[in-house]
């Protein structure tokens, strides 16, 4: 009985005993270690000259300028990473870090801030260059449309790409593109949104490659007068009425048409025309001055 309480006591006693103070432990200077190990590594890549961003090289840009280019990827890639403030004195900690650069981030704001930029192409290069390369969208045509006072002045016209997308607003027309105009009254457009359905422009842009290809001549204007209706004016005073209806090549509107001014129509005779209404089906209303009383 006496030798198990001595044993018990003593057991007991050696539990509540001094412990050793926390810096003489291993597990704290092995924590200790790993702070000043990530701190450091933390700083190499953040702050140290090797990786911060020196050059920035933009390729194919034409009609947007570089430097515009140049200052919003600096925008984004200048991270303030700490601010410390006093009562005379304030202290900023910038990094311009390769690792810091978010490409996806630079191409959705070089989209967003220039419409006139279809595709965009981030590359981080090692360790001091970005490498940018662009896409300018190529006016195809311009579009006009009226407001809602009915009124169409230089403000309502913009130039749009192959996909009917607007991307820059004229003031001074062109004389050599297709002007697409709404007839109907639109409250506004959105600079880098559709302003033209992509099957009309499809449609449009097919009609003025093979006119021009096999006839020499030219569709100066195309009028959406509904939905499923474009008028086209051609450079020698007449006009196409078509439906914009998506069609097979065999069923096409403008394979109907080559046709008719291959085989029946000839240039003497399309100075008298006033128009050609390629929308029944499988056949096509011709109508000249003879024909339609000349008014």
Not at 86 to 111: R, Y
Not at 170 to 182: D, E, S, T
């Amino acid at each position: 009985m006496i030798s198990y309480r001595k044993r018990y006591v003593k057991t007991n006693i050696s539990r509540v005993g001094p412990r050793r103070p926390l810096f003489l432990r291993f597990g704290f200077w092995l924590t200790i270690l790993i702070l000043i190990v990530i701190t450091a590594t933390l700083y190499l890549l953040i702050f140290h000259p090797t990786f911060q961003i020196e050059n920035i090289l933009i390729f194919g840009n034409d009609r947007i300028e570089k430097k515009d280019l140049e200052n919003l990827i600096l925008k984004n890639i200048n991270k303030r990473i700490l601010a410390i403030g006093g009562f005379s004195q304030f202290w900023e900690f910038n990094s311009k870090s390769i690792f810091l650069a978010n490409s996806e981030k630079i191409k959705k704001q070089i989209l967003k801030e220039f419409p006139g930029i279809e595709e965009v192409e981030v590359v981080k290069i090692f360790n001091h260059t970005i490498e940018v390369k662009v896409k300018e969208r190529i006016p195809a045509a311009i579009f006009c449309y009226l407001d809602k006072s009915g009124a169409e002045n230089e403000e309502n016209c913009f130039f749009i790409d192959k996909n009917g997308v607007a991307f820059e607003q004229l003031f001074l027309m062109p004389q050599n593109m297709v002007v697409i105009r709404q007839s109907q009254k639109i409250e506004r457009i959105t600079i880098g949104k559709e302003a033209v359905n992509k099957n009309i422009m499809d449609l449009v842009l097919k009609l003025e490659e093979n006119l021009k290809k096999n006839f020499q001549i030219r569709p100066i204007e195309a009028v959406l007068a509904s939905p499923l209706r474009v008028n086209i004016k051609t450079s020698e005073g007449w006009k196409i009425y078509l439906d914009t209806k998506p069609k097979t090549e065999e069923d096409s509107e403008i394979e109907k048409l080559m046709l008719l001014l291959k085989n029946e129509i000839n240039a003497e005779q399309r100075k008298n025309l006033r128009y050609i209404d390629l929308r029944p089906k499988n056949k096509a209303v011709i109508c000249d001055n003879k024909i339609c009383g000349g008014g």
